[in-house]
């Protein structure tokens, strides 16, 4: 699901970024972003639209390009927020994306001195049905291109307000059938059968490299990085899962996605999996390929293995293992990569 009507605009540094912002120390040649996050109002009644408004700062010398899915928008397509109400934190409904590697034009630069503003409403994909207190947080892991290229984590200040609820948002749901396919011609079935088969495969594979590798292995810290007895298990707990999913669940397939994605799904909304245009180019098995695209999908719901996306493609998942893997075995791309990797 593409983005839609982006609003974004340049603003001089000098007009002033209402709210407070954490402001992150200079990295990578100087370049701090800075977020803020502002609200309309400080209360809300019910289903009434809840306004925040995303101001991203670059303070630094450089011009710095930023992936436009890593912000808010009138279609958020991952989860770069943190809601809380009455201090608990809640789920996000909307959509994991398996992508590409980004183009130009997935990028929207920001100049030294400048600023770009976005206006969004959370409760379209984050769990606001219930009243209380709110508070909405942007954070996430920017990846730079342009003058500064590589990853900055910024975070914005907490948002708050009080919030009648809203009625859970119109998330597609899977339909009453016991496995198959939605929106798919012959041909496709075929390919995706053949996927859901290869998939079992590789999944049960990297299940079995784990149960016979207990103390971990050089593949293992390949893609989730230095051996820990906790984050083994917690990998060793998501092939298990994300196995007997492919192997004993309903999985819904639909081809009705035509966007520039290789798949996704809505992690609350097991088991149904969504595969859009770049699934279809892609190689029956090996790096980036549709069986592991499947078990990249099947890692991303609830029941599962609960993964994100904080990265993509292998250069960043393997650095991720590298430098942190308490989030490479959270990443949905290292569990796909470990999978299509096994001998």
Same mark, same amino acid.
């Given at each position: ?8 605009? !340049?603003?001089?540094?000098? $007009? ?14 100087? %370049? ?22 995303? !101001? ?36 996000? $409904? ?30 379209? %994909? ?17 990846? $730079?291109?342009?003058?500064?290229? &590589? ?45 859901? =088969? ?17 103390? &971990? ?16 298990? $917690? ?15 309903? %999985? ?22 969504? %595969? ?9 098995? &090996? ?29 960043? !998942?393997? =650095?991720? !293992? ?11 791309? =290292? ?9």
């Amino acid at each position: 699901m593409r983005k839609k009507g982006i609003v974004m605009s !340049a603003v001089l540094v000098g $007009l002033v970024l209402a709210g407070a912002a954490l402001a992150l120390p200079p990295q990578r040649g100087g %370049v701090p972003l800075v977020g803020s996050l502002t609200v309309e109002r400080t209360q809300f009644e019910r289903s009434e639209p809840v306004m925040l408004t995303f !101001a991203l700062e670059n303070r630094g010398q450089l011009t710095v390009a930023v992936l436009k899915w890593q912000l808010p928008s009138d279609e958020i397509e991952a989860d770069i927020l943190e809601v809380r109400r009455n201090g608990e934190r809640v789920a996000y $409904l909307g959509p994991l994306v398996k992508r590409p590697a980004p183009t130009p034009d997935d990028y929207v630069e920001i100049g030294p001195g400048e600023a770009i503003r976005v206006s969004f409403d959370p409760t379209a %994909v984050y769990d606001m049905a219930e009243r209380g207190e709110y508070t909405v947080r942007y954070r996430a892991n920017l990846v $730079l291109a342009g003058g500064t290229v &590589g990853e900055l984590g910024v975070e914005s200040n907490p948002a708050s307000f009080w919030f009648e609820g809203v009625e859970r948002p119109a998330v597609p749901v899977v339909e009453n059938v016991i496995g198959g396919y939605s929106k798919c011609t012959t041909s496709q079935q075929a390919t995706l059968a053949t996927a859901h =088969n290869n998939a079992i495969t590789i999944s049960g594979k990297a299940k079995s490299h784990l149960a016979n590798n207990p103390n &971990g292995s050089a593949l293992y810290t390949r893609w989730f990085g230095t051996y820990t007895s906790t984050r083994f298990n $917690l990998v060793k707990d998501h092939y298990l899962k994300i196995n007997d999913a492919f192997v004993t669940k309903n %999985v819904v397939y639909d081809c009705g996605c035509k966007k520039p994605y290789y798949a996704y799904v809505y992690p609350s909304q097991p088991y149904k999996i969504y %595969v859009c245009k770049v699934f279809w180019q892609a190689p029956a098995l &090996g790096i980036d390929s549709q069986a592991g695209t499947l078990v990249h999908e099947m890692s991303h719901f609830y029941v599962t293995a609960s993964t994100d996306d904080y990265v993509y493609g292998q250069t960043n !998942a393997l =650095n991720l !293992a590298a430098t942190q893997p308490d989030k490479a075995v959270d990443n949905a791309d =290292n569990h796909e990569y470990f999978a299509e990797e096994q001998p």
